[in-house]
């Protein structure tokens, strides 16, 4: 009889160390902002399958002027992913707009910015991609090249006519920066779909990266926290590259230890 009640004491040890196993297995959930188009809030699967591919667990902001709804967005996740899109509105970083300035979604441009500077003052690691490490630039106190034939002379081309799963030019990667570590390179070909691009960047911030041009390319935090890429890492892991899924695992893995601190 004694070796019964044991057994049931034993059992019932092991029954009750299940659900704290479980918790600290949760894998951290990325935020990721998203484009509007008309009645349909839209991101791609791109972004998606990087961020399951990185071991996170997707989940899509729907846009929002709301301050307070995005608080409420900013308490259930651990990492946020802003990514590409549409032009920048130029008042938001104290220019009037160049003739070049293609379309802006004043709606999207109050969200990010927002999402951005929430998340950055609660310490949730930020990941901006194209028209995110753009928004991170701006938000930080950053500005902008608003448009880069007309401005940067002897560009590079910067929309290239090519799959996203082709890299078109080379950036040079500053040695012993955040990317460099990840990707474990000084130089590589990255794909490039923009014609804007970061201007003079963000106090706290470096550039970590440049295309032959001088395009900024990469930026980082000095607390390693956020940072972005201008090009398209997504559109490589989406087709089985997996070359730049080392930036989306860092994300991951920050906003891991950043769940862990909650």
């Known amino acids: 009889m004694k070796r019964f009640f044991t057994s049931i004491m034993l059992l019932a040890a092991l029954l009750l160390c299940i659900p704290v196993v479980a918790q600290t297995q949760k894998k951290p959930v990325i935020g990721i902002s998203c484009s509007i188009d008309g009645t349909t809030v839209e991101v791609g699967m791109t972004y998606v399958k990087s961020v399951r591919k990185a071991g996170g667990i997707p989940f899509i902001i729907p846009i929002t002027t709301n301050e307070k709804e995005i608080d409420e967005y900013l308490d259930r996740i651990d990492g946020l992913l802003m990514t590409g899109g549409e032009d920048v509105g130029a008042l938001l970083f104290g220019e009037e707009p160049s003739r070049f300035l293609g379309e802006v979604v004043p709606d999207r441009d109050i969200y990010d910015l927002t999402l951005i500077r929430?998340?950055?003052?609660r310490g949730i690691p930020v990941f901006g991609i194209c028209r995110g490490?753009?928004?991170?630039?701006i938000a930080m106190g950053g500005d902008m090249i608003q448009d880069i034939p007309s401005e940067v002379p002897d560009a590079i081309q910067h929309r290239q006519n090519a799959p996203r799963s082709y890299g078109s030019h080379t950036i040079n990667i500053v040695k012993g920066s955040l990317v460099a570590k990840l990707l474990g390179t000084e130089k590589i070909a990255v794909n490039s779909f923009?014609?804007?691009?970061?201007?003079?960047?963000?106090?706290g911030y470096k550039v970590t990266a440049k295309a032959?041009?001088?395009?900024i390319e990469a930026i980082e935090s000095a607390d390693g926290k956020s940072f972005g890429v201008q090009f398209h890492p997504e559109g490589f892991v989406y087709s089985g590259n997996n070359t730049f899924l080392p930036l989306f695992k860092?994300?991951?893995?920050?906003a891991a230890e950043y769940a862990a601190k909650k």
Do not use: R, T
Not at 118 to 121: C, E, L, P, Y
Not at 194 to 203: D, E, K, L, R
């Open 118 to 121: 929430k998340a950055v003052k």
């Open 133 to 137: 490490i753009q928004c991170l630039n």
């Open 194 to 203: 923009h014609h804007q691009a970061c201007g003079n960047v963000a106090p």
């Open 212 to 215: 032959p041009d001088g395009i």
């Open 250 to 254: 860092h994300l991951v893995n920050l």
